[in-house]
């Protein structure tokens, strides 16, 4: 199946095996000296539990001294990306900042990693990574495949919440304390639903709310960040001296792409050749959102845009969706996706709805077109009655936002905080999807982890800051050139 489908996620993942054992038996990892691996094993269907087991991989890094708290769950998005293949970064990352008094917990959700891995593969062609982003017949031969070793019914959110618990008491915790990203801070609220005793406190960097209906608000709210970023160059100089109209470029590409898809030449390798491939509206809106995801890609978003509508140049974006399509695809359990969207999300997205959100937008009704045919060949999971409904609780909880974020911005993190009573909401204001791993946000989740009350956590480095990455215009101080095909 195509990489397109990952849609949400938000961290490029790397191919790791931390356990490489049949036994559930916990041992030294392979190459981290630091930690210890097992499996986890838990039913497919726990109504049925003399049927299929799975074997989940968990990674434990203990404490360094004395463990003085809860250990730290750490809960990955997508949803599809595998918690332990960050295991060999963890000791040159903002995690391994919380290792002096707490362990450190990865387990991989069912259907992802090594754990039972629900994946099929991306095109082999480069040109099958554009002009939509489930293509039917690989749906159809992704399903059939996939349901030859798995019921994929049985991978939803809710679910992955019980192996989560299950291990929680198999290691012996009687508390422990949550990191969720993006996707991941769904697990982390429907944990909190389910066994709120066991939670000492938890972290959501980018929240992907229960409520979220995958991918009803996706154009709406990728719309909200591309305004906020033409907004932001109009107020810089630079920028705005030398892209003077953003929205008009943008809607110039758009008016361009409606009269059908150009082709446009892209590299799979920095010294290939170049490669044709056909390039549409979907694609080029679909490349727009990925580059709002990073601060760093959204830096040059005016100039590729500037580019595009007055040389007609779409190279820049052709060449960012296949990097993106590729790099993601290769960390992120497809199959596993659409289990959890099409179980939990496109179900409950009405006509209506579809066109409240997204009309007006660049997106438009695009990616709810695409996500409905892949859904409606694919196997559906039930969910809870209350899954939809906001959590309410009292545990401890910080929520990180960024105000450019395409897809999980502030508003999401409102939203979860209405029904969080001991909860504060930080918001980035020039911040992408994800500011958990940003110096300003790993200070302050490192104070809260170590036992700051949210209300009194102290977020000036926030306050205090500065757009990280300035635009870049052809002669801005600071700025950079970018070559034709996206290349600095």
């Not at 549409?280 to 580019?307: E, K, N």
């Amino acid at each position: 199946m195509a990489t397109r489908i990952t849609a949400t996620a938000t961290t490029v993942i790397f191919a790791f095996s931390a356990i490489g054992h049949a036994s559930d038996s916990p041992r030294p990892c392979p190459n981290i000296p630091e930690a210890t691996c097992g499996l986890h094993r838990v039913p497919e269907d726990r109504a049925a539990p003399g049927g299929r087991v799975l074997d989940l991989d968990y990674v434990v890094f203990p404490a360094r001294l004395d463990e003085l708290a809860p250990p730290l769950f750490f809960l990955l998005g997508g949803p599809g990306e595998s918690a332990t293949s960050i295991a060999p970064y963890v000791m040159r990352s903002p995690l391994a900042d919380v290792l002096d008094h707490r362990a450190l917990v990865l387990l991989d959700q069912r259907g992802t990693g090594g754990s039972h891995l629900l994946q099929c593969d991306a095109p082999a062609e480069p040109a099958g990574h554009f002009g939509a982003l489930f293509d039917p017949e690989d749906v159809r031969r992704c399903r059939n495949e996939l349901a030859t070793k798995a019921d994929l019914r049985f991978y939803t959110t809710t679910i992955a919440v019980e192996d989560l618990d299950a291990l929680r008491s198999r290691l012996g915790y009687e508390r422990i304390a949550l990191w969720g990203g993006s996707y991941g801070t769904r697990v982390a609220m429907e944990y909190i639903r389910r066994h709120g005793e066991r939670v000492e406190r938890a972290v959501l960097d980018a929240v992907s709310g229960l409520d979220g209906r995958m991918p009803l608000f996706f154009a709406y709210d990728a719309q909200h960040a591309f305004d906020r970023v033409a907004a932001d160059c109009a107020a810089d100089p630079a920028c705005a001296a030398a892209y003077p109209d953003l929205e008009g470029d943008l809607a110039a590409v758009i008016d361009r792409l409606r009269e059908g898809p150009a082709g446009v030449e892209i590299r799979t390798e920095n010294d290939g050749p170049p490669v044709e491939v056909p390039f549409s509206l979907g694609d080029f809106g679909y490349s727009i959102r990925g580059m709002l995801y990073s601060s760093d890609q959204t830096a040059s978003l005016p100039g590729f845009l500037h580019v595009a509508a007055t040389a007609g140049n779409l190279r820049p974006f052709a060449q960012a969706y296949y990097r993106r399509s590729a790099s993601l695809g290769d960390g992120l359990a497809n199959g596993m996706y659409l289990s959890v969207v099409c179980s939990e999300d496109v179900p409950f997205i009405t006509d209506d709805l579809a066109f409240r959100w997204t009309a007006g937008t660049f997106l438009g009704d695009y990616l709810i077109h695409e996500y409905r045919r892949a859904c409606d060949l694919w196997d559906r999971g039930e969910i809870p009655a209350d899954y939809h409904r906001p959590v309410r609780s009292d545990v401890p909880v910080l929520v990180l936002s960024g105000a450019r974020d395409p897809s999980t911005p502030p508003r999401w993190g409102e939203r979860a905080v209405r029904g969080l009573s001991n909860a504060r909401h930080v918001v980035f204001p020039f911040g992408g999807h994800g500011n958990g791993d940003t110096p300003c946000g790993a200070e302050i989740i490192r104070a809260f982890l170590a036992g700051a009350e949210p209300s009194s956590l102290a977020a000036s480095c926030v306050d205090a800051a500065v757009q990280q990455t300035a635009f870049r215009t052809p002669h801005g101080a600071g700025s950079r050139q970018e070559h034709a095909d996206g290349r600095p």
